[in-house]
């Protein structure tokens, strides 16, 4: 089981750890080798000693999405870890400085901008024909080739247009670098490729500037201003900047998904042929816009966000979810065997349904202190395993099932809050024949509350308490 700290000389799978290169805020990044690989590679793992489980939802979505992604533009994968053991993703290692260190001097020469945003621009559109978002492009992310080629890393945020948004699901809150943000991710909205256009833009404006269009917002509310508050024209800082260059460096930041660039093709092409490229009111400006209207512009807002979010790309129609909750406490393989039935039964009566295992853990047993077991086994990567192996038999495809581990005071109030902001379509509880009120009291506020049909699993053969976790 996946261990809460990891040191230099320990073996995973077979790949020797032999330097930690980088600690972030979700996973650390090791050096290591294995007797069947020439290349260099290198292995991301996941946090596990923090207390907080958040940042294996993200892991998931980046093991989920590069096993999806080839080609130049991203990292080679080589093996993922499977989190019944040792969640881990192994990739090629890509050598040189990301781009974040090489801007870290200040500005750029305008000549290495068009360049290195024409090479971003290819990868992004890359990427997006894989039926990627990023939507956390910075320059912390982007690394480049010895040929130029630029690669993008770091998919935690991202979203698969084929595959569960697990993080839109789990986290009901905007994601992304406040600094890139694009005003519709604001929103949640995670559907929209153009998000990492505008990411891009902020990129090519910090470049060409040194500075960042819309300062460095400490929280989520400010990256609101974007909307009312145009950032300082290129030119305020770079007299002599081309007129095309500042054109599709504003394009890219504009409010509205439908003012900038369509696709990350379209960018590339104007970025190799800047002459061509049309000019408008954008090209000239010296300026940010003045106050008044800047002011009717706040006075609009409320409109304007409205308008971006009616402009944002829509996800497709999402398959019905059959959420089963399922209680993995010690003694109850009974109930557990019977939820599985349950859930086979649901799935064929539904077509197209796509399975979400659920299981709630009461806030009192995540204390840091309780963070592993007296093994050192990370709980939560264990709670997942757990889910995982109870619906291995099922065989499902990634995009017909999802594991979700969440916390809350009230068990109850826990799984009926993942039913109604993810609008599940059937839910499957277990329930004893026989238990106490407070058995009782947790499957009546469930199926009296539940936002859509609920079938309470009974084994006659388990103990009375086994509803007291859902």
């Known amino acids: 089981m996946a261990k809460a700290q990891l040191d230099t000389g320990m073996t995973i799978d077979g790949f020797l750890l032999e330097e930690r290169l980088h600690r972030g805020g979700m996973a650390a990044i090791w050096r290591v080798s294995h007797p ?31 096993a999806e992604l080839s080609g130049f533009q ?3 994968l080589v093996a993922i870890g499977e989190f019944t053991k040792q969640p881990y993703i192994v990739m090629e290692y890509v050598g040189g400085p990301t781009l974040l260190k ?11 901008v068009v360049t290195l945003s ?14 990627v978002l990023h939507l956390d492009l910075k320059p912390a992310n982007i690394l480049f080739r010895t040929g130029g080629e630029a690669v993008i890393i770091d998919f935690g945020l991202s979203r698969h247009e084929h595959l569960p948004d697990l993080l839109d699901e789990q986290y009901h809150r905007p994601t992304g670098t406040t600094e890139y943000m694009a005003p519709e991710q604001l929103l949640r909205v995670r559907s929209d490729k153009r998000s990492d256009i505008f990411g891009l833009g902020a990129i090519m404006y910090q470049m060409a500037t040194g500075e960042l269009p819309f300062g460095a917002p400490g929280r989520m509310k400010e990256v609101r201003q974007r909307v009312w508050r145009d950032p300082y024209p290129p030119r305020k800082f770079l007299p002599d900047i081309e007129p095309s260059l500042q054109e599709v460096i504003l394009k890219c930041l504009e409010p509205l998904p439908t003012e900038r660039y369509a696709s990350a093709e379209e960018l590339a092409f104007d970025l190799r042929h800047l002459d061509l490229v049309e000019l408008t009111e954008r090209s000239g400006r ?9 002011f009717g512009r706040w006075r609009r807002v409320r409109k304007t966000m409205r308008a971006i979010e009616a402009a944002a790309t829509k996800p497709a129609p999402r398959a019905p ?15 557990r065997q019977a939820l599985f039935e349950a859930a086979v039964n649901a799935l064929a009566n539904i077509p197209g349904a796509r399975l979400a295992c659920l299981n709630v853990m009461p806030t009192s047993l995540i204390a840091i202190d309780d963070n592993a077991d007296k093994a050192g086994d990370s709980i939560h990567v264990s709670r997942i395993a757990e889910l995982r192996v109870w619906a291995g038999p099922l065989q499902l495809p990634r995009s017909k099932i999802t594991y979700h581990l969440i916390e809350a005071r009230n068990i109850a109030n826990g799984v009926l809050d993942f039913a109604k902001s993810n609008k599940v379509d059937h839910l499957v509880i277990g329930a004893p024949t026989s238990g106490g009120a407070a058995a009782n009291k947790l499957t009546m506020q469930i199926t ?23």
Do not use: N, W, Y
């Open 36 to 66: 069947d690989i020439a290349f260099p590679i290198v292995m991301k793992v996941p946090l596990l000693d923090d207390g907080d489980h958040s940042q294996l939802v993200g892991f998931e979505v980046e093991q989920m999405i590069m």
């Open 448 to 470: 009296a509350e539940a936002p859509c049909a609920v079938t309470v699993v009974r084994a006659s053969d388990i103990a009375p308490e086994a509803a007291v976790q859902a």
């Open 102 to 112: 090489r801007i870290a001097g200040g500005r750029l020469p305008l000549d290495d």
């Open 286 to 294: 010296a300026e940010r816009s003045d106050f008044k209207i800047t």
């Open 118 to 131: 024409t090479a971003i621009a290819d990868a992004l559109a890359d990427l997006h024909s894989q039926h």
């Open 321 to 335: 979810i059959i959420l089963v909750a399922v209680d993995l406490r010690p003694g109850l393989d009974h109930l």
């Open 74 to 76: 991203v990292p080679k």
